[in-house]
């Protein structure tokens, strides 16, 4: 029998801490209208002193089970997109493990930045697919906000980013049976690598992090803006067509799209630029800003909540990220 990967549960999990425009302007030199006219966020959610992405990672996970009916045993294997590893070794996937007691099951850590969650789910589904594994389960997860610069030269990223973890649950089912995972499309520029990254600590420098390393701020993310939003604006519609296409599938067809949330001005350019309807787009980075790899699954979970997945629904996910990195894909909701 043909196979092909199916949701059957997604879950999320935002720290209560709310900060608001308002909150930044205390540390940085910048204002409410800045942040909500360049981005469209209004807020976003950050740690609390003490918590760690696999308490997120756990929440959200236990939350994809409760929906799916399942338990942590019935899981085969677990793939954890991030940018933001617990720690720079082992990462977090390992603590999420720990933290939910998953007995023997593989876990890996996986770096695709904001784009990971559609890089971990191809993977997913070519285990699936394979018959390797009867259920995988894919997080994204990230705690940006203790790596974050709060004073005014940092202002440009800090603004972005959110802490947030989102999870889905994978099923083989038969590939005839209707719902699934339809098509997958990854792709990466390494040449740009630089133009939005964290240099240390890392194994280039040695020693990986000292006193000159944080003077000269390598430690905090650099993001060139204007390179990153005119790379986004063109790979994520090229790659969301490319997508389409492999699937034999229209734009009018997709019932609903999800794109990666980096910046509200970035999905809304690409909106314009397809002629997608607005009410066929879920956006929730006014409230929860950019959490990158855990961006797209929280969207799946708010929008199963919200009950905006009905069983035969086409769904379109598209996100572009640090690396450079984009892709998309495709499913039928059911
Ligand atoms: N508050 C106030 N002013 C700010 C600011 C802030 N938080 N951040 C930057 N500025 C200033 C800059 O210093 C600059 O001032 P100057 O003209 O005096 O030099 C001015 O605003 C314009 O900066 P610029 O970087 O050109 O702004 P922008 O219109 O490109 O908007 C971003 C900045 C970051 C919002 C935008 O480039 C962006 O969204 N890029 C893509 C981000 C992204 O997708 N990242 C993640 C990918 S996964």
């Not at 205390?26 to 209208?33: H, I, K, L, S, V």
């Amino acid at each position: 029998m043909a196979l092909r990967s199916r949701i059957v549960g997604t879950g999320m999990s935002v720290p209560e801490r709310v900060v608001t425009n308002l909150d930044l302007t205390q540390w940085m030199d910048t204002t409410e209208e800045w942040i909500e006219q360049r981005t469209g966020i209004l807020e976003r959610r950050w740690i609390e002193e003490g918590q760690k992405p696999s308490d997120l990672a756990r929440q959200a996970v236990l939350a994809a089970l409760e929906e799916a009916e399942l338990d942590v045993s019935d899981i085969g294997c677990i793939l954890l997109a991030t940018l933001s590893g617990e720690h720079e070794f082992p990462g977090t996937s390992f603590f999420l493990h720990e933290a939910i007691d998953a007995g023997e099951i593989p876990c890996i850590d996986l770096r695709a930045q904001c784009s990971g969650f559609l890089y971990a789910l191809q993977i997913a589904d070519a285990l699936i697919v394979a018959g390797r594994h009867e259920r995988v389960l894919v997080v994204g997860c990230e705690v940006h906000s203790t790596g974050l610069d709060v004073s005014t030269a940092g202002r440009d990223v800090t603004v972005i980013f959110g802490d947030g973890s989102g999870a889905v649950l994978l099923e083989a089912v038969d590939a005839d049976a209707g719902p699934g995972l339809i098509e997958v499309r990854v792709h990466a520029e390494g040449k740009h690598a630089r133009r939005l990254w964290t240099e240390g600590p890392g194994a280039a420098l040695s020693p990986r992090i000292d006193a000159a390393t944080i003077e000269a701020r390598k430690h905090f993310p650099y993001m060139d803006g204007r390179f990153v939003f005119k790379h986004a604006v063109t790979r994520m519609p090229e790659v969301l067509l490319e997508t389409l296409s492999a699937a034999s599938l229209k734009l009018e067809d997709i019932d609903l799209f999800l794109f990666h949330q980096a910046n509200l001005r970035i999905n809304e350019f690409i909106a314009h630029k397809l002629e997608i309807p607005k009410e066929k787009i879920l956006n929730n980075i006014q409230r929860l800003g950019n959490c990158s790899a855990a961006a797209l699954p929280i969207l799946l979970a708010e929008a199963s909540r919200e009950g905006a997945l009905e069983p035969g629904k086409l769904v379109s996910l598209t996100a572009f990220g640090s690396g450079f990195t984009w892709g998309s894909a495709v499913l039928r909701w059911g």
